[in-house]
């Protein structure tokens, strides 16, 4: 199964003054993909601190992806801190010369020439019909903070990245979560590679908790299912779906 | 300035299954007290990882907050992380006993005396209405996941962070961000230390990009405000707060 690494650079973020929707939306997608995003990691815009991550997320992990930090305002540090993780120099791509030429009819103006510069021997890969494509170097994924792009971006790459996705199924259960510990502890003892989750619900009338099942394996799902289910009094069930 | 950390503990975040508000949440609370937030990491519940990423932010902050993997589950494993990050043992709380005991009228079940085990020497402070405690560890607040119950305990400790708060101004600018990059770096040429955001808005009708400026001294952000409003045509201009 194919690992991941999100790192998502942005004071803006640390400091509250914007909402990071970016980390869910691609937890839920590279879930969906079948891609195992083990670490999100959240860092102020500083060149060393975005190399030193960017290169341990790219040791560590098959796919890393990077949300924010590209632009052309003194906060966008993103590209060189990429550049340096990987001892490259940070070069005016002729390339995104070219299409912003091609976008806006006239060359571009200073600012939207940092916005062409990338570390030397990236990859641009066209994003649909946006003019600025995704830059990848080595196998991270340079991603805009601004959702409506990255999300774009990313659905038009999304297919290199599929592996063999989980199936899910989700239990609502009336018992409260310290009521059904042993029996979910006795689950796992039986059903050892079965992917447990319990999420108790505050505020909600009609469950206490909710409990997610997960495997590659819809045979084992299944057979671990109707373990937990045979576990369960009949009547602590709200649905299973 | 104080710093801090937040380490988000659950799979159910990497996933994709559940969205993280707990994080959001801290970074607006924590920048209204003063309190400097460098760093946002989410990671998997296993209890060396948690161990490990636990230390490093003690070590690196003044304050870490943790959210998540406290319950009475298989795989709520941050309090042994957590105790496992300062060699300290995990030990059954007799003042956790107690309070269970009084909520409910009766002795914790098994379920209920996992949720009694915390680090040895751990500090119990009381949080508001609820039975379960804050507890911290050395430098490290330990909450829980779910964010009614997150939110009730920080309310009732959070004084005890309280900084030097910085103040924000927000202009709403109509030119586009390429258009005024170069203005922005003068700016931050003449005020070095102006925390300047710049932030474009995509479908946005009334404007373009909304900058951001903080610092926690009242004069020098006048002075700054003014510097920026002087530097952009008058029309560029959506509006000041």
Known sequence: MPTAGLLVIGNEIL???VVDTNSPYLARELRSLGVDLQRILTIEDDI?????????MSDAYDFVFTSGGIGPTHDDL?????AKAFGRDIVLNESMVARIERAQGKPPN???RKMA???????LVDAGDLWFPVVIVENVHIFPGIPELLRKKFESIRERFRGIPFLLKRVYVKQRESEIAEHLNDL?????????????????EAFHVLLTLESRDPGYLQQALEGLLARLPGDAIHKVE
Do not use: C, H, N
């Not at 060393?48 to 341990?56: V, Y």
């Not at 993103?78 to 990429?82: A, E, L, R, W």
């Not at 510069?117 to 990859?123: E, I, K, L, T």
């Open 15 to 17: 400091s509250g003054k």
């Open 48 to 56: 060393d601190l975005i190399a030193r991550e960017t290169r341990a």
């Open 78 to 82: 993103t590209m060189d801190g990429i």
């Open 110 to 112: 200073e600012s939207q």
């Open 117 to 123: 510069m990338v570390p030397d021997g990236a990859a």
């Open 188 to 204: 796992l003892t039986e059903f050892p590679e079965l992917l447990l989750g319990s999420y108790p619900k505050v505020g909600e």
